[in-house]
């Protein structure tokens, strides 16, 4: 009997504790940040609600069969449910896919997020924030890793891409230190006659110094080994998936530091 009485009463205390209102937590400027995960699908509600815009009470928004969590840290959208990766997405059609949307916090289904008339592609692209209406403009920044072949690029202190590249070979080698972007050109012809390379045609080119000959970092479509070896004439070369968004977002004037 004493036992059934211990049981009984654990029960209670743990639905007690389980039914209490959770807590809210304050972020540092004072906002209250939920803690809660009604559909425990590792996604709190207030970001379900307002980032991702899933239900926060679905475990599996889109009816996919993966819950709105594993879709979000695999890089998938828990509202769509077609295979497509949120770098590959735009909801709302406003020239930001989904993956900077949720990164930048802007709200990917309103394309005017700050309301202030100009969508929020343009404003990212441009250099500012599509959060806020202030004409402040966003820093943004390049940096290359030479050794670990790697090349981050940064929106307003935040990491947009990692992505992995190739550059100078033995007796080639990609200039050190702080540049700038100096020209964009959509497609540039490398080498040629007497160069004893031709690579016509190559797309998405940011020139960031002139020494002897330009140095760009670019597209790169005649080999693979971006992240393994480094096979270029100086240049950066980047692969033509990862090389288009950076060369649309990258601006005449953004910092290129190389180390
Ligand atoms: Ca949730
Ligand atoms: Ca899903
Ligand atoms: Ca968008
Ligand atoms: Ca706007």
Known sequence: MKHVIYVSLLTLA???????????????????????DSDNDGLLDDMERTLYHSDPNVVDTDGDGYPDGVEIKSGYSPINNKKIPLKLLDTDKDGLNDDWEIKLKSDLTNPDTDGDGIKDGKEVMDGFSPTSADKTPVEKKIEVNVKNFT????????????????TGARGYPTPRGTFAVLKKKPVVHYGGPGYGYDLPNTKWNLLFTV???GFFIHGAYW??????????????NVAYKDMERLYNWAQVGTPVHIQ
């Open 151 to 166: 090349l981050k690029y940064y929106n307003g202190g935040v990491l947009l891409d990692s992505i992995l590249v190739s």
């Open 223 to 236: 080999h693979n080994l971006f992240g393994k070896k480094n096979v270029s004439h100086g240049c950066v």
């Open 14 to 36: 743990l639905a007690f504790v389980l039914c209490l209102p959770h807590a809210a937590v304050y972020a540092a400027d004072g906002a209250v940040i939920s803690t809660i």
């Open 211 to 213: 020494q002897k000959y």
